[in-house]
């Protein structure tokens, strides 16, 4: 196996066309406790433009009911991802990238729906799930599996301002995608390394 990289996907966005779903889950369990301030696309997609947890907070979401949301999305949004189903060409891509480099996601969605949508589409050959369960920062998350591959170039694959900017602070080669919830000219100002269009060209970006 050519180890000469380590290559980490997004979810949302990325892998699965969920935005529709998520959007929808995340809007009503924030209303259910309170919060109204997410009243349409525009400020849901601008919570993504940095970190989400850190987004929110900074829209005035209080802090002490995270943990009220989190239990309250959670299951949620698992059921709801039984509904998602994943971009066209994603299946193919990702299992020759597996055979190619170590592949993992790094999500703020949560492993277990992450997994379970991955043995329901037979997505084959991502390593390890990190979802926001395990640790809420993707800086953090990607700066562990970099550790873990130590002779390997790290790369982030994401759709939202926000994964550009957590994966260059992880000092990772950044791969927008224009498939998923940002749109080409919001993700060019985030200055990513590289931008693609579809699963073929993030291939040969990856020299596959």
């Not at 969920?18 to 349409?40: D, R």
């Not at 990702?94 to 589409?121: G, M, Q």
């Not at 926001?132 to 694959?157: F, R, T």
């Amino acid at each position: 196996m050519n180890t000469s990289k380590v290559v980490m996907f997004d979810f949302d966005g990325v892998i699965a066309n969920s935005f529709e779903i998520f959007f929808s889950e995340f809007t009503n369990a924030c209303e259910e406790l309170g919060f109204h301030k997410l009243n349409s696309k525009e400020t849901f997609l601008s919570l993504f433009d940095g970190n989400l947890i850190l987004s929110l907070l900074k829209l005035g979401f209080p802090p002490w009911k995270l943990k009220d949301l989190f239990y309250k999305f959670q299951p949620r949004i698992a059921d709801a991802n039984k509904r998602v189903k994943p971009f066209h060409g994603i299946r193919e891509m990702l299992e020759k990238i597996s055979k190619s480099y170590p592949t993992y996601v790094i999500s703020s969605n949560l492993s277990e729906a992450v997994r379970d949508f991955l043995e329901r589409e037979k997505i084959n050959g991502i390593q390890e799930i990190l979802g926001a369960d395990i640790e809420p920062s993707k800086v953090k998350k990607i700066k562990k599996i970099a550790v873990k591959h130590p002779n390997c170039i790290p790369y982030y694959i994401g759709d939202t301002c926000g994964d550009i900017k957590e994966g260059k602070e992880a000092k990772a080669i950044t791969i927008a995608v224009t498939w998923g919830w940002h749109s080409k000219d919001r993700l060019e100002k985030s200055k990513p390394d590289y931008i693609v269009e579809s699963p073929e060209k993030l291939l040969e970006v990856l020299e596959l």
